[in-house]
């Protein structure tokens, strides 16, 4: 990602095994299609991130009961943005 180097951005990627595993990262922000967000959610809730998600953050109630225990779990915080 040569653009995002020549800006001064440290890191940059398209990856998402690598943002979650980038230690320096604390929290997230998922803003991706809605089909997407319930196994980003989960994935950086159990690498430890915090998390935003814009809305919905569950598609059903074992999606948010999964996304409460995962945040608990790993003691982060995840909460949803309602734009």
């Known amino acids: 990602m040569r ?3 020549e800006l001064g951005i440290p890191f940059a990627t398209n990856e998402v095994r690598a943002i979650v595993e980038w230690d320096d990262l604390e929290a ?4 991706t299609p809605t089909p997407s967000h319930h196994p980003l959610v989960i994935r950086a809730l159990a690498s430890g991130k915090h ?6 953050m569950a ?3 074992n999606h948010e009961l999964t996304r409460r225990k995962a945040a608990a779990e790993a003691r982060v915080t995840a909460m949803m943005n309602f734009e």
């Open 3 to 5: 653009q995002s180097a």
């Open 28 to 31: 997230l922000a998922i803003v």
């Open 51 to 56: 998390v935003l998600a814009e809305k919905p």
């Open 59 to 61: 598609m059903d109630a």
